[in-house]
């Protein structure tokens, strides 16, 4: 466990990546939200998607965790399952952070009236709806998730090549629209639409913690073989 935690404190010797850039992408984007509210004129309230910026970049935190760190721990005798776990430890404490300070905003928007605009990005109703600890179970799963592909997406890199990362990345694009395809070839979108109403952010979230644990695997297993 030792070696596990000194992994950890190896990914988080530049705090830059996985705390003070995405902050600063969370607040530069907050503030042009608040611009935004305040330019829209109707009383009713506004919703914006901008808090999503800094959750996708957890996909870049993935790749880099990988491709910058690896190579060196490989050099200090640190074995590939050390490697893997102190990555995936660092990545969910930064997650945690992540969608803590969501959840702090949310609440903050709520007690302000959406920043006196009625204007919000933190809280959105459909994700807070089983309330604040849902909510960061939402975020948190959100974060994870673009960590494990940008993770996971590296590691084919390293142990396959190009061909086979360009390959899979196709054939990934290629698996959602056919089943785009198939969803709408059959009109089953209104059948979609009801399982997502049915399960909730919250069953959402919970079925893309499994995800996040199958692809993780898939990623342990690619990285046993990958090359520094």
Known sequence: M??????VRLQLINRQTFLWVPLIILGSV?????LIYAMIPTP????????QAPLWY??????????LTFPFSQAMSITRREFFLGSMIAAAAGAAVMALVFV????????????????????????WEAG??????????????????????????????ATVTTVWSVGAGVLLVGAAFVITRFALWEAVGEAVMTLGALGLAAWGL????????????ALRRATP
């Open 2 to 7: 030792s070696r596990v935690l000194n992994v």
């Open 30 to 34: 907050l503030v042009a939200s608040i």
């Open 44 to 51: 009713g309230p506004k919703y914006g998607g901008g808090g």
């Open 58 to 67: 957890f996909f870049g935190i993935g790749l880099t965790a990988l491709t």
């Open 104 to 127: 702090l905003g949310g609440l903050l928007e709520l007690a302000t009236g959406g920043w006196g605009l009625n204007g919000y990005m933190f809280y959105l109703p459909w994700m």
């Open 132 to 161: 604040p600890l849902a909510a960061f179970v939402v975020y948190f799963t959100l974060a994870m998730f673009f960590f494990v592909i940008g993770f996971l997406g590296a590691t084919v890199y390293k142990r396959w090549g």
């Open 210 to 221: 499994v995800l996040v644990a199958l692809l993780s695997v898939v990623a342990f297993l």
